[in-house]
Each structure stands twice: as C-alpha cells, then as structure tokens.
C-alpha cells in the first residue's frame, strides 16, 4: 500500500550532514514511523533563514489550487502522483521507453528558482520515493534501479527517505580530486547495470552538465535493443531544449537536443509562467498540452495541440493572446 508523505512532529530527531553539491545543508532525518502512519520529513535549516528557525517545506501541495472539470490540473502532490503514475503506466502499454516526468518542487504553482537548490532536491527525492511506492509493484522492487546524481546523493537517500527499501539505490558520477571546481568522474554505466534491472529512474540529473551525457549513455548501452524502460525524474530539460547550455561551450550537450531528446516521451509535466498574462503548461499522458490560467483560484485552459509547444512561444504568444 502506498504511504503518503506527510509532516508529524517527533522529539530529539537524529542529526545529519549532507551535502548537496557541495552546499552544506544541516538537516534533520525525521524517519519513518514503525505504526506506517506518518513517512516523515525533512526540516531544512539553511544559511537563510537562521535567524528565523527552522523552515519546514511539506510536499503534500499547495491549498491555493483545486481542479476544474476539463483541466485535469492537481490540487496537491499526492493527486499529481497519481496522474504521474497513470500517465507512465499507459506510456509504457503503448511501448514507450524513455519517458520524462517533469514538475515543480517548491510548490505547485512556483517557478524554478523559487526553492533553494539543496531543498527541491531533497523534496524530488521524496516524491521518488513515493512514486516509486506507487508504481513499482513489490515483486519488481529489486529489479528496479533509481540513480542518483552522485554518490554522495545514495548515501544521503538511504539514510533518509529511501532507509529500508528494496530498490536498488545507484549513482551517475561521484567525486574526483577537482570536486570543489565542479568536476566529477564519470561512472561507466555497463559497469552499474545488472541483467535482472527492468526499470531505471534517473533522479533529478541537472547540477552537473555531465550528468545528461551519463544518462544518454545509460539508454543507448542498457535500454535500446532491450525491453527495459527508463523515466527521467525531474531533470529540468528544459534547459537543453531552451539553447540555455551555448553550443560553441557545451557542443555534447546541445547535440541532445537533436539526437537523444525527440526519443523522450513526457509524459507528465507542469511549467508554471509568473506575470499578469501568467499560466502554466500542462500536460498528462495520453491527452495534449494544455496552456492553463488560475483565475481566483479556479483553472481554464486556454490553448491546447498535440505536440510539446516551445517555452519561449507559450510565454510570448500563447499566453499573451489568450
């Protein structure tokens, strides 16, 4: 049965420090209760706000969003879950592959930059393990493998949100001698896979430039030619379908966006467009793209097609017209 992730309060938690690329982040582990009743959460103490106390981020959604018949749009992070885990399920009957799931972390109506870096990781970390919860059946748990950015990123999951679990818990890159300058050794993804593996999910691979590059190989050596299936978890492809990655500096990375990126299926994604002529594009698998507005709290859509629409038209044409 799937735990949903909520915040209880318990005394004298167990301290941690971790690191997320090389931010030290002093957190709290609030483990999972024995009785199944609440999964935790992480209490987030950043440079911030100190002076203020502890910042408590929950993940279960915003209370300024509810559904509108047509718009399909989630009132928290558990319904958005559920979408997620339809949307992969019926991508995967109709033989995808390679599938993206995309959303914010900071809320459902924030835009990225609005969450500090350290803490959207730790709450994509969270909802994986909830995902996973949903959508992996208990037989398949160790014939699943979720891969992390770095090594350092394992370790901190599985003392924390994914203690106890029987997915097998893997990394793309790890720590070399220049880490401080933002180098990293690339891990040989032959080297990681197991033939019993049947599905990989890459957890939020976008700090490191070379993390996408580990996942491209990742899907050439272990999933084509294969029945296996890959889900890119909150990896802000964006970036590379937007040209924000110049091509003359990062010419790997750009040539993604025209040999690995049309294989990707999305099949959940939600990018929210702050303003006065503000929206959000959503879309869940199998329906199209929907441009959508929260007017007083309610959701229309506005614009929708079948084909992922270009960031950079919904804000300057869609959105503007509508």
Known sequence: MAM???????SNPPLSKTSFRNKQVSSWIIHTISNGNCTGGIYIKTKRNLRTGFHVRAVTGGQDTRNVPGAEFPSNY?????????????????????????????????????????IEMTGSMLLIREFCDR??????????????????????????AFEGCSLKLDYLTKPSLFEDFGFTTKVKMADRVRPEDEIFL???????????????????????????????????????????YPPFFYPKLAELSKTFLPK??????????????????????????????????????????????????????????A
């Open 4 to 10: 949903a992730i909520s915040y209880c309060s318990i």
């Open 78 to 118: 558990t319904e958005l879950l559920v979408q997620a885990k339809e949307a992969a399920e019926s991508a995967f009957k109709d033989g995808k592959q390679l599938l993206e799931i995309e959303f914010p972390t900071a809320g459902l109506q924030s835009v990225p930059g609005d969450g500090e870096g350290g």
């Open 135 to 160: 959508f992996v059946p208990a037989e398949k748990a160790t014939r699943t493998r979720i891969f992390f950015p770095e090594a350092n990123e394992v370790s901190f999951a599985r003392q924390s």
């Open 202 to 244: 890459v957890a939020y691979p976008y700090f490191n430039v070379n993390e996408m590059l580990v996942v491209e190989e990742l899907y050439k050596e272990a999933v084509v030619g294969t029945d296996r299936k890959l889900i890119i978890f909150n990896g802000e492809l964006d970036r590379i379908r937007s040209g924000y």
């Open 264 to 321: 990707l299926e999305t099949v959940y994604y939600i990018h929210n467009f702050k303003g006065i002529k503000g929206g959000t594009l959503f879309r869940c698998y199998p329906g199209p793209w929907k441009v959508l507005r929260n007017i007083g709290g309610s959701f229309f859509c506005l614009h929708e097609q079948q084909e992922m629409p270009s960031l950079k038209e919904v804000a300057l044409d869609i959105l503007p017209s």
